[in-house]
């Protein structure tokens, strides 16, 4: 079956540093993999997704993820973290395989950038 | 605003009656997608249409719930006989036409309370 795990409730990181948001998946087939940002009263919005090529995926707002298959993640990073990253994050896969348009989303990981 | 709408954003129902959301999609979308999500979760799927078509229904969407797409843009969907137990946050997303792995938009979700 299909699944996302994201570890993490909560990550607290200084404006400044980098971050990471971890996110780990199953999948039976090739996973096609997204990340979304939710803000307080705003809907989700689209960050970066893999679907295949280089494992080095850039997003909007300075964003980035990896692909690595043999651990089955796709971690979000940012080199400099900023105030104004603090907001829910989600990862969500689907699963190449499948026939269906559903995809899976983790339970979200809540980023705090303290000044 | 070009974006995905929702009406209505907030809605408090007794429980037993009925309510209807609508959904707004990006204009040149013809995927339309509908979740729910709760508090300290990621948003579980609940219907899927391309164009006017309803292809995918999940196990979650009991007899109660009923989803329309009728002339291929706008979409209702439909809560019979409310329970405290649909009290979420229900999200509408959009993706245009062509691979299966199109980023989805989001709406700004209506928030259901049933007392």
């Known amino acids: 079956a299909q699944s996302v795990a994201q570890p993490e409730d909560q990550v607290n990181v200084a404006e400044g540093n980098p971050l990471t948001v971890k996110c780990t998946y199953s999948v039976s087939g090739n996973p096609y993999l997204f990340w979304y940002v939710q803000y307080p009263n705003r809907g989700l919005q689209f960050l970066l997704k893999y679907i295949t090529g280089d494992n080095l995926v850039k997003g909007s707002y300075g964003f980035e993820a990896e692909f690595n298959k043999s651990q089955t993640s796709f971690h979000l990073k940012k080199p400099s973290a900023l105030v104004s990253d603090s907001a829910l994050y989600f990862c969500a896969v689907r699963d190449g395989q499948d026939s269906n348009y559903q995809l899976i989303w983790g339970a979200g990981t809540k980023l705090i950038i303290k000044p | 605003d070009t974006g995905v709408s929702q009406d209505p954003r907030h809605k408090i129902t007794k429980r037993g009656q009925n309510v209807t959301f609508r959904c707004d999609p990006i204009?040149?979308?013809?995927?339309l997608y509908w979740y729910r999500q709760t508090l300290g979760q990621g948003p579980e799927f609940l219907t899927y249409?391309?164009?006017?078509?309803?292809?995918?229904k999940s196990r979650l969407l009991s007899d109660r719930f009923s989803a329309e797409r009728p002339k291929g843009s706008f979409s209702t969907l439909e809560i019979q006989r409310t329970e405290q137990g649909d009290s979420a946050m229900y999200l509408c997303?959009?993706?245009?036409?062509?691979?299966?792995?199109?980023?989805?938009?989001f709406g700004p979700g209506t928030r259901l309370t049933v007392l």
């Open positions: 249409f391309q164009n006017e078509a309803q292809l995918e």
């Open positions: 204009s040149e979308h013809n995927r």
């Open positions: 997303a959009s993706s245009k036409p062509g691979t299966v792995y199109n980023e989805q938009f």
